[in-house]
Nanobody
């Protein structure tokens, strides 16, 4: 049974940092393409970052240079390191896994992802 469990969200001031974690069970984190998405109130869910099985990464333009996606195969965990946070980064953050995505050049569309976590809230105040 596949499970994704996010943690690490919280409230920070603008310019602060957070590291989100996504604990994976039911498969090895490096097997599938993994992604981080976010959804703010009243807005659609959007892709933030993704990493494929080969380690290639892709980022949303607005987070490039501030966010880093990575994984720890030994801990079977996906991470999102977020630095220089801005109020517009405020959202519920979700991790997701896509079984049938191999190499990525961009963040795959949301409907490509098969498994989702329950989300963790990130709030950035100005």
């Amino acid at each position: 049974q596949v499970q994704l469990v996010e943690s690490g969200g919280g409230s920070v001031q603008a310019g602060g940092s957070l590291r989100l974690s996504c604990a994976v069970s039911g498969y090895t984190v490096s097997t599938y393409c993994m992604g981080w998405f976010r959804q703010a109130p009243g807005k659609e869910r959007e892709g933030v970052a993704a990493i494929d099985s080969g380690g290639r990464t892709a980022y949303r333009y607005s987070v490039k240079g501030r966010f880093t996606i990575s994984r720890d195969n030994a801990k079977n965990t996906l991470y999102l390191e977020m630095n220089n946070l801005k109020p517009e980064d405020t959202a519920m953050y979700f991790c997701a896994a896509a079984r049938d995505v191999s190499q990525i050049a961009n963040i795959p569309p949301i409907n490509y992802f098969d498994y989702w976590g329950q989300g963790t809230q990130v709030t950035v105040s100005s």
